[in-house]
């Protein structure tokens, strides 16, 4: 922070709070600083994500930490008038704890702050992602200055390697491991490459990380390169992302300038530089080969390994790809020690690992917690608990191909490990939190329906066995399913998983195998009860008319979009249950409640 | 070489170092299916998206299968093949694939011949457990090649002999998922797209997606006409391969069973291309001599490297994708459409009969011939020199179609006149054949010497591109030899970048020249029936007694009676012909 | 075949685009973006063009382009809508926005209307999964979308003056 000023107004600039109109409460935050003649007093900071999306547009003001929630553009006056002048808190724009309805001030004193540990997001809400200089001033290249003067490539490497840090993407092999085996491939020319093709719906954390410090990446690409003995760094990054492609390409045009990426870097004659790559709208690509194809402008198409990137990868070069994450946590490792970071986590996972919290949950939002915390921690204490008072179904990690967890995995410390263990995985970190009224098969077949679209289509199991369980979750959502299907849909699963050829088709049968295995008696009860428990499959409901209630009024039977509904006026309506597609309408047009639902 | 030790199936084997598990495998006797893998030893090129996900086998310590086709074996692997995973997961895939295919396998052309369909009677697949929605595609047919894709399993094997090995670039991979398949841009039918008809996707593809358009209906209709005279050819190529259609072997010659055959079809005449071929030869070594005489003498405008033009595969490659270089090629129809074109002007009027009254069918390994025979120059007043074309797998379609038995029938010979033709027509067929063929006449017209060794081992083999120069009594010839399009292209662009020193360069568009065309038995993908054909060639050249075009006497009684001399006005009209931009580009409009 | 056409100005723009990568087919990609970006979709005589220039073939671009689905062939409305269906968004009912929006507009996803207004599609997480479901028209997000806001939403684009 600049210490020039008395005070700092960190407003988040991600794209969650742009959308919630940030930008304009920064603006009108300035102009009314200026029109008290503030301006050289107090600074405004456009940062990165704090966080905490579900409560956005975020304020927080430093040095005193005070946390103003849901702000409206028209809120800066007064933020101005009362906190900056006369330094009074605005209570009514304070975080309120929606279980004791207590008013917290300090962030630090929140639950979703509370149990959080931040290293890959350091700096995501404390800096101006467009200044390099604010980096700097937190500790920004001087990992790679460390790296570059004071230590050999192979010292780097081991650095890493002992710090146990393995690959946030989703694969989760050893990065110091990788490092080195890209190290030892012998080439003129080698590649860095780093995986900003998120594709996980539901997970934001590489997006949060390329607005809110997009230097770390870079710091930490050029790092990788010194290790391994790349010049040439390519960040591939999906083209959904404008802001975030934006910042990034200031931050390299400032890194270039200060002579932190280009030639001679700190005075060595280290030479690396940055090119940006589009994804397409792939998710297929965010496998690393898939990748490598898509960067040589081919389809996004998975090849076999080995031979693993390392060893041929873009332009049939060594090629070292690591994810966004996994870079943003490089500099902290190299300045604090691999000690330091292999003290936190658990035994095979280490450090901390950033989950983008999302579905039916009270603090949607990005947060950081060692490895290790439970489920519990993070869904309830960080989570803030179900949303509406509902009760908890199920947990969803891992992304698309992840698994479904439930009640029985809250107090399950989460690694890559126990996560594999239960049947899930750790994939890029989505969290996607599920209550009483999501249908565990209903959901199986969203994820497959995500998968059906996003194969590739080169091997026969992941093109044609996914739309087959697809085929077979529909049937059994649509109220046609028979026992023999249950059967097939777990052999198909196991076959799927068995014989495809990249990733995704590996993983992607993981929601229904996960799914038969937790809530089995869902299953059971679209084939052989003929109902859904949770009652989302619309085919399984019936609407009746309640004799007694009905007057004959003929609303429902005009409003019915298929006719189904016949009576003469003033006489008991009957839905004729052949006819009806169950779309609701008549209940919803009843004004007098004679229409209920089985 | 190199062995390493590895188990399959808990048994102890030493195989080759690198080699896949499928390799090693079948090293040792053990035989893992496979369906999208496809390997042209011979002429280096290889297919193996492990895609199709059939060969799949269990290592110990991997977590998934792992197709045995792409997966190096390392020492002490333990590979197991036959183990209840293995065969439910081969099983189970097949099913998925078969449940996005036609399973109308009674009536389909490769009924018998299908990659897909001998995997399933393998498999023992009985019942398709998974059922639900099938691709469906408009039926493309070109003037030579039918894409159903319906039927298409999506293996790449087209589009790696389309894109990798020819360079032609009609056939991509495209949309994805489920979606998939493979189509040229746009879905746009083949007869829009670059598509040169070499056939090479018809060749390799394991199912009925891809298969040459069928002319037999027409052609026994013909037949059966009293007022037509029925004339046929047959390309060297054929003999060679129309016996495996009736499970002789491999490079069997089956000339005389061939000829009787197509006699007791109802042809009335039963001719060989081969005479046509040597009569390519005396235009097309005139040519190449008046081109090198007058390059020798200093004429700087002439055209050289002088390039066949008999292949129509490489004729539609080069008026597609190099226009800019269609005076390069000899002028010289290729044989089919010589014999064509004679046959209904000297052969007719010999018999008396109107051009309108004869019908010439041509056999013939290719499917580009299809094409050919169909152009607009190489008909008078809508009357084409070849009617239709029919490939070898046609006609061993219509020889059981008329329960002739093949084993048993005496063979017969061609009739003259235009049955008669030299071992150097007969060696057109395979790679380096047309030039050799050339180099025998055009030696002894331009020195005016005896040739005494008529065999040029250097101008034969496989490797995709050869060359050598042959010493013309003092003045050194250079030649040079491609097959396959994509090494044709290599060359073309050594002339376009004025890198090239050769004096005449042979084409064949196919693999291994004819004797690979799009046209032959399927070789499913063994590359020995290539070079056993190819033997068989040679074979047939070394039993002539004649075996230089030029000596040919029906050629040389065609000359004096009818041609008078080649590159005679009269050849050129008949024989020759020109080239034209194919390559279709964009037009461009003023703003 | 109808023979393509295409302007000597859009001709230009390509080449513009394509020497700019070198005329580099690896960075085929990069290329399609930028000529995306310029002609607002990829209509077949521009894929032809970038073929030409990149000195690859046409059925190569194409499998390119129908590979991946920021790419479109078909022209865009004035007002782009595209609504988020990734998971969370999924949770929080962005199927029955979805559904609203194909009610209101009467067309599927991947249509445009009639008048070019409005074009439907839907896509995979914009990352702002604490606002939803998220509905983006052109660049401007909305998040928190519930079935009531559609109409509100589409009202915002009333134009006053037809184009």
Request: proline share 4%; charged share 25%; hydrophobic share 35%.
């Amino acid at each position: 922070m600049d210490t020039k000023y008395r005070m700092h107004l960190l407003v988040c600039g991600g794209t969650g709070c742009i959308a919630s109109k940030s930008s304009q409460l920064i603006q009108l935050l300035k102009e009314e600083l200026e029109a008290n003649g503030l301006e050289k007093e107090v600074q405004v900071i456009s940062t990165g994500c704090f966080g905490f999306c579900e409560k956005g547009p975020i304020v927080k003001v430093l040095p005193d930490n005070t946390f103003y929630t849901q702000l409206k553009p028209e809120d800066a006056k007064e933020i101005v008038a009362e906190h900056v002048i006369k330094g009074r808190y605005i209570e009514r724009l304070l975080y309120v704890n929606p279980e004791t309805q207590e008013i917290i001030r300090d962030a630090k004193n929140m639950g979703f702050y509370r149990k959080q540990m931040r290293i890959a997001l350091r700096n995501c809400g404390f800096i101006n992602p467009e200044n390099i200089d604010e980096y700097i001033a937190r500790n920004g290249y001087s990992a790679i200055a460390k790296c570059l003067t004071e230590m050999t490539p192979s010292e780097v490497i081991d650095e890493v390697k002992k710090s146990g840090m393995r690959g946030r993407g989703g694969g989760g092999f050893p990065t110091g491991l990788k490092w080195e085996i890209t190290s030892k491939s012998i080439s003129d020319q080698k590649y860095v490459v780093c995986n900003a093709d998120e594709g996980d719906p539901g997970a934001f954390m590489d997006r949060s990380v390329l607005e809110g410090d997009p230097h770390s990446v870079i710091e930490a690409m050029a790092i990788c390169g010194y290790c391994i003995g790349a010049n040439k760094g390519i960040v591939y990054i999906r083209a959904e992302y404008p802001l975030a492609i934006k910042r990034l390409k200031i931050a390299l045009q400032q890194a270039k300038e200060y002579g932190l990426l280009g030639e001679n870097i700190f005075g060595t004659d280290f030479e690396f530089t940055i090119d940006i790559k589009y994804g397409a709208g792939a998710f297929v690509c965010g496998e690393e080969t898939a990748l490598i194809h898509s960067m040589e402008g081919l389809r996004g198409e998975p090849t076999i390994k080995p031979p693993f990137p390392s060893v041929s990868g873009y332009l049939t070069q060594p090629t070292n790809v690591n994810n966004v994450e996994t870079f943003a946590s490089i500099p902290v490792i190299i300045l604090k020690g691999s000690e330091w970071f292999a003290s936190i986590g658990t035994e095979y996972s280490k450090g901390t690992k950033v989950f983008a919290l999302a579905g039916k949950i009270n603090n949607v939002g990005l947060i950081e917690v060692p490895m290790g915390t439970t489920l519990r921690e993070v869904i309830f204490e960080i989570g803030g608990g179900i949303k509406d008072g509902k009760k908890f179904k199920a947990v969803q990690t891992g992304g698309p191909s992840g698994g479904c967890l439930t009640e029985k995995h809250l107090d399950l410390p989460i690694d890559f490990d126990s996560l594999t263990a239960a049947g899930s995985m750790m994939g890029s970190g989505g969290m996607i939190v599920m209550d009483e009224d999501d249908c565990m098969v209903a959901m199986a077949k969203f994820y497959l329906e995500f998968t059906v679209e996003e194969s590739c289509g080169k091997c026969a199991p992941c093109r044609i066995g996914n739309k087959r369980l697809h085929e077979m979750l529909t049937k059994l959502c649509e109220a046609n399913g028979v026992e023999e299907d249950l059967d097939l849909l777990r052999n198909l699963s196991v076959v799927v998983k068995d014989t495809s050829l990249c990733g995704l088709g590996q993983t992607s049968p993981n929601p229904i195998l996960s799914t038969m295995e937790n809530f089995y008696e869902e299953y059971h009860a679209h084939v052989f009860d003929h109902k859904c428990p949770s009652g989302q499959c619309q085919s399984f409901r019936r609407y009746y008319i309640d004799a007694e209630h009905c007057i004959g009024c003929m609303v429902c039977a005009r409003n019915c979009p298929t006719n189904a509904i016949t009576g003469v006026k003033k006489q008991v309506h009957i839905i004729n249950q052949l006819i009806c597609i169950k779309c609701g309408v008549c209940m919803e047009k009843c004004k007098f409640d004679s229409i209920y639902l089985n | 070489m190199d062995t390493i030790n590895i188990k399959i199936d808990n048994k102890n084997f030493q195989v080759p170092k690198g080699a896949t598990i499928l390799d090693a495998a079948k090293s040792v006797g053990i035989n893992i299916p496979t369906l999208c893998y496809l390997n042209l030893h011979d002429l280096n090129t290889i297919n193996k998206p492990a895609g199709c996900r059939i060969c799949v086998v269990e290592v110990k310590g991997r977590k998934n299968l792992v197709p045995a086709c792409a997966t190096e074996c390392v020492a002490g692997m333990e590979i197991l093949n036959q183990t209840v995973r293995v065969l439910n997961s081969r099983k189970t895939v097949l099913e998925l694939i078969l449940s996005d295919h036609p399973t109308d396998c009674l009536i389909c052309t490769k009924n018998g011949h299908c990659d897909l369909q001998s995997m399933a009677m393998n498999l023992g697949i009985r019942e398709i457990h998974y059922k639900g929605e099938q691709s469906h595609y408009i039926k493309d047919t070109s003037p030579a090649i039918i894409r159903d894709m319906d039927k298409c399993i999506v293996c790449r094997r087209c589009v790696t002999m389309c894109n990798d090995v020819q360079t032609v670039g009609a056939l991509s991979a495209i949309n994805r998922g489920f979606m998939s398949v493979v189509a040229p841009a746009f879905e746009m039918n083949l007869e829009d797209s670059p598509c040169t008809y070499c056939g090479q996707c018809v060749a390799v593809c394991p199912t009925a997606a891809l298969t040459e358009v069928d002319h037999t209906n027409k052609v026994i209709r013909e037949l059966a006409n009293p007022k037509k005279t029925v004339v046929v050819q047959t390309a060297p190529a054929v003999r060679a391969a129309l016996g495996e259609e009736f499970g002789y072997e491999p490079g069997t010659l089956v000339t005389g069973k061939m000829a009787a055959a197509l006699r007791d079809l109802g042809f009335d005449y039963v001719f060989d291309t081969d005479f046509a071929a040597d009569l390519t030869i005396m235009e097309e070594s005139a040519e190449l001599l008046d081109r090198i005489t007058r390059h020798l003498n200093g004429d700087e405008t002439v055209k050289l490297p002088m390039l066949t033009s008999c292949c129509p595969g490489w004729v539609n490659f080069f008026e597609q994708h190099f226009p800019e270089m269609k005076d390069i090629p000899s002028t010289a129809r290729s044989p089919q459409q010589m014999f064509g074109s004679i046959a209904k002007t000297y052969f007719a009027d010999k018999l008396g009969i109107k051009r309108e009254d004869m019908v010439v069918v041509s056999i013939m390994p290719c499917l580009a011939k299809k094409y050919e025979s169909q152009r607009e120059e190489f008909a008078t007043n809508g009357n084409p020199d070849v009617d239709y074309s029919l490939t070898t797998r046609e006609l061993a379609r219509l020889i059981k179609q008329a329960n002739i038995d093949f084993d048993s029938i005496e063979p017969q010979d061609f009739d003259h006149p235009m049955g008669e033709s030299s071992g150097a027509g007969v060696i057109f067929g395979t790679t380096g054949g047309v030039i050799e063929a050339a180099v025998r006449t055009a030696y002894e017209v331009f020195t005016k010497e005896k040739l005494h060794k008529v065999e040029f081992q250097q101008l034969r083999g496989m490797d995709w591109i050869r060359e050598t120069t042959i010493d013309f009594n003092g003045t050194p010839i250079r030649i040079g030899i491609a097959h396959g399009l994509g090494n044709a292209r290599k060359l073309l662009e050594e002339i376009r970048d004025g890198k090239s020193h050769y004096h005449a360069i042979e084409i064949m568009a196919c693999p291994g020249g004819c004797i690979g065309g799009g046209g032959q038995p399927f070789h499913h993908g063994d590359t020995n029936i290539l070079l056993a054909r190819q033997k068989a060639l040679y074979a047939a050249d070394k039993a002539k007694v004649i075996r230089k075009s030029h000596e040919n006497p029906a050629i040389q009684k065609l000359y004096r009676e009818f041609l008078g001399s080649p590159m005679s006005k009269k050849a050129h009209e008949l024989l020759h012909t020109q080239y034209f931009d194919k390559s279709n580009q964009v037009e461009i409009t003023k703003d | 075949m109808i023979p393509m056409k295409i302007s000597e100005t859009s001709v230009a723009k390509i080449e513009e685009i394509c020497r700019e990568f070198d005329n580099d087919k690896g960075e085929l990609i990069n290329v399609l973006h930028k000529a995306q970006n310029a002609f607002g979709y990829l209509p077949e005589e521009v894929q032809k063009v970038v073929a030409q220039n990149l000195n690859t073939s046409l059925a190569q671009v194409y499998g390119v382009v129908s590979f991946y689905s920021f790419f479109t062939m078909v022209p865009k409305g004035r007002y782009p809508i595209n609504i988020c269906m990734g998971t969370a968004c999924y949770v929080r009912g962005a199927e029955r926005v979805l559904n609203e929006f194909k009610g209101l507009l009467k067309i599927k996803v991947g249509e445009t209307t009639k008048d070019d207004k409005f074009s439907l599609s839907s896509l995979r997480c914009v990352g702002a999964c604490g606002l939803a479901p998220v509905v983006l028209v052109g660049e401007k997000v909305y998040g928190r979308v519930t079935l009531d806001n559609v109409q509100e939403i589409l009202d915002e684009y009333k134009e006053t003056v037809p184009v």
